[in-house]
């Protein structure tokens, strides 16, 4: 992996694998490199194993086996990752309350408008420019 892909890689935690799919060809399209998960357990696992961390999470709230407020909450107690920002993805009319409770970055709401989602992204993430 290039310092470029390290500094452009998103671990995208998302249990519905339309919805995962989707974002990771999004991203890709915008040549970051989408590590995809899910649910909290195997973000965690991602996580642990990589190689360079990601610029950014895009988690969701609602899955199986570990949601997102349990992902987050090991996240937070982990110093290897409890910095890594994260972006809150949900369906709910609360998505920024919820953002904030978790003390995420921010959020986006489902469906994700895909122009926002690279805005967001590129906050967080070096863009080829740099």
Do not use: H
């Amino acid at each position: 992996m290039s310092a470029l892909s390290a500094k452009r890689t998103i671990l995208v935690v998302e249990d519905d694998r339309d919805v995962r799919e989707a974002i990771a060809e999004v991203l890709s399209d915008g040549n970051y490199v989408a590590v995809p998960a899910s649910n909290g357990v195997e973000a965690l696992e991602r996580l642990r194993a990589a190689p360079v961390m990601p610029c950014v999470i895009l988690l969701d709230i609602m899955m199986p086996m570990m949601d997102g407020w349990q992902f987050r909450s090991e996240q937070q107690r982990d110093d290897s990752m409890k910095d890594i920002p994260v972006i809150v993805l949900s369906a709910g009319a609360d998505a920024s309350d919820v953002a904030a409770k978790m003390e995420a970055a921010g959020y986006l709401r489902k469906p994700v408008a895909l122009e926002r989602l690279l805005g967001i992204v590129e906050q967080f993430c070096e863009s080829e420019k740099d």
